[in-house]
């Protein structure tokens, strides 16, 4: 009599590695770190480059000597100061830069509170509007801007720089996006309790609302930060000039390619302090705006 048998189908274990990862994983950090390898690159050969002479800047551009810090110190540094008021330009683009940020977000958050939560007339033709700014490049209206600021006399000066670039669409697009995904109820809790809409905004919707303050802010600073075209045409000299006007002429000036990397390593350095100390707010606010989740 034939028996039959029966057998148990187990599923196997997907293949790991020793440390217990799996092989897709693996393979998933590997191309995440030769991606970082590769956008961190240029930043790690500015700054050994800004610590060389100038005479090996170029001649270890291309091989592995050009990542290693051979005969460091510090002269290119020295170099910029001397040559360049440095500490004015840092000073004018720290100053600019901060103002349109702080500015803005004030300016932007309240544009975006008031399209998303309060409701009058004409609000969806304004946000049309708003929507249809976002695709339009600045450079298409720098000379109708630069005609009309030169006409009522702003050119070389700070507020020629900022007051142009404190409302931004696409600011106030996600303080929009963020505040219409909040739920209702916080508002009209608030209401009952006797809160207007100002005192509803400052209590209960900005407390909320930090982590697209954080990405706003830091948007605004990293592209205030490296404007270039704007502050070529509205300034003339190193008064009210900011860092990247100041180091194109600088390059032009100087020709020496260690000191235009200590230029660059000392302009850099600021967007990459605040980028890290905020990175953590900034990915919060991006995937709440996107996703209409609260943190």
């Known amino acids: 009599m034939n028996q039959i048998k ?61 990542f290693i810090p051979v005969e460091g110190s510090l002269r290119n540094f020295q170099d ?15 100053f ?3 103002m349109i940020m702080v500015c803005g977000l004030v300016v932007n958050a309240l544009a975006g509170y008031a399209l998303a939560r309060l409701q009058w007339r004409g609000r969806e033709v304004v946000l049309t509007f708003i929507l249809a700014l976002m ?33 931004d669409a696409f600011s106030i697009y996600l303080f929009y996006s963020f505040f219409i995904g909040m739920p209702r109820e916080l508002e009209e809790a608030a209401r009952i309790d006797g809160a207007g809409p100002w005192r509803t905004l400052l209590y209960i919707i900005v407390p909320l609302a930090r982590p697209v303050f954080a990405t706003v ?26 860092l990247p006007v100041a180091m194109a002429a600088f390059e032009n000036q100087v020709k020496l390619w260690g000191d235009i990397m200590a230029f660059g390593v000392m302009m850099v350095a600021p967007i990459l302090i605040v980028f890290l100390l905020f990175q953590g707010w900034f990915v919060k606010g991006v995937a709440a705006s996107g996703t209409g989740q609260k943190q």
Request: net charge positive; with cysteine; glycine share 6%.
């Open 217 to 242: 802010a830091i948007l605004t600073f990293l592209m205030r930060w490296g404007s270039y075209l704007w502050p070529l045409m509205v300034t003339t000299g190193e008064t009210y000039r900011p």
């Open 80 to 94: 910029v100061f001397r040559r360049v008021s440095f500490g004015r330009v840092m000073f004018n683009s720290m």
């Open 135 to 167: 695709i339009i490049p600045f450079e298409t209206i720098a000379v109708p801007l630069f005609y009309q600021v030169s006409i009522i006399g702003w050119r070389d000066s700070y507020h020629v720089q900022i007051i142009p670039f404190i409302a």
């Open 6 to 66: 029966s057998y148990h189908i187990s599923s196997r274990p997907k293949a790991t590695i020793k440390l217990g990862l799996p092989i897709s994983a693996l393979i998933c950090y590997l191309s995440l770190s030769l991606m970082a390898l590769f956008y961190i690159a240029p930043i790690v050969y500015m700054v050994v480059s800004s610590l060389k002479p100038d005479s090996r800047v170029l001649t270890d551009g291309g091989s592995i000597l050009a």
């Open 96 to 98: 600019i830069t901060g």
